[in-house]
């Protein structure tokens, strides 16, 4: 069974940079499609971004194209998501996820696993 923890997020200016990272335990990582999604407070989960088991496609959610992108490194049971040009709208808790047998993946409810989830807040 695969476990998923989120790293590095934090309070950024509105116009920085963070970078995310999601660290799977399990031998199993690269079989996996791996997402990001994000949640504010009284608001559903919504899409982030997905990236298949190989790397090589990725999907975004229309507001974070251009300024977001997502990467993993199966070496390293690591996925990462890459976050410029951030917005006070970007603020929320974001949670990645693992789906099995998948290629891409926009739908929470197509994900097997999630993490604990780790707080972004970008000030005006």
């Known amino acids: 069974q695969v476990q998923l923890v989120e790293s590095g997020g934090g309070l950024v200016q509105a116009g920085g940079s963070l970078r995310l990272s999601c660290a799977a335990s399990?031998?199993?990582?690269?079989?996996?499609?791996m997402g990001w999604f994000r949640q504010a407070p009284g608001k559903e989960r919504d899409f982030v971004a997905t990236?298949?088991?190989?790397?090589?496609?990725?999907y975004y959610g229309d507001s974070v194209k251009g300024r977001f992108t997502i990467a993993r490194d199966n070496a390293e049971n690591t996925v990462y998501l890459q976050m410029n040009s951030l917005k006070p709208d970007d603020t929320a808790v974001y949670y990645c996820?693992?789906?099995?047998?998948?290629?891409?993946?926009?739908?929470?409810?197509?994900?097997?696993?999630w993490g604990q989830g780790t707080q972004v807040t970008v000030s005006s």
């Open positions: 399990g031998r199993t990582f690269s079989r996996y499609a």
């Open positions: 996820a693992a789906a099995i047998g998948r290629n891409l993946a926009t739908l929470p409810r197509l994900y097997d696993l």
């Open positions: 990236i298949n088991w190989s790397g090589d496609n990725t």
